[in-house]
């Protein structure tokens, strides 16, 4: 991914190589772009960082749209230390509480359809001319039930029932 640079300021992003060599059609140039051809007419690599830690039930990350120069801090007179890369910050942001209730729903969705192949998996043992065991039957009552847990509809693997 990259971008380009003029005097500091991003110009275009994302821009690629096949843009660099449309916008200087008089130029021959290599089949193989190196970084000095891309640094000369201001074409620079952009990095994306890594995730910040979040609590996904009520937050997002949301990449910036334009790249900037990372920072390694500051210098005497608090003016910033460019590293030279060229990055995408992400920054966390709150749910709304739209956002919450769709995901709540999707992830509902999704627990109910488990659930319901779960049961599927134990109605032949159901079926009238069948007892079912106690096991059993708790266990798909459970299912069943599942619907009432505390942590519902965020469940984690070990909220589930047991299947016999």
Sequence with gaps: MYAKINGGTVVTFPYSVGQLRRDNPNVSMPKNI?????????????????????????????????????????DFDGNPIHTGRWVLTKTVVALTDDEIADRDASTATSNRKKRNALLAETDYLALTDVTLDAITTTYRQALRDITTHENWPHLEEGDWPVKP
């Design 34 to 74: 190196t970084a000095t051809i891309m640094q000369k007419y201001g074409m620079v690599a952009v990095h994306t960082v890594d995730d910040p830690a979040f609590d996904t039930l009520t937050h997002k990350v949301v990449q910036a749209s334009t790249p900037t120069r990372e920072t390694s801090g500051n």
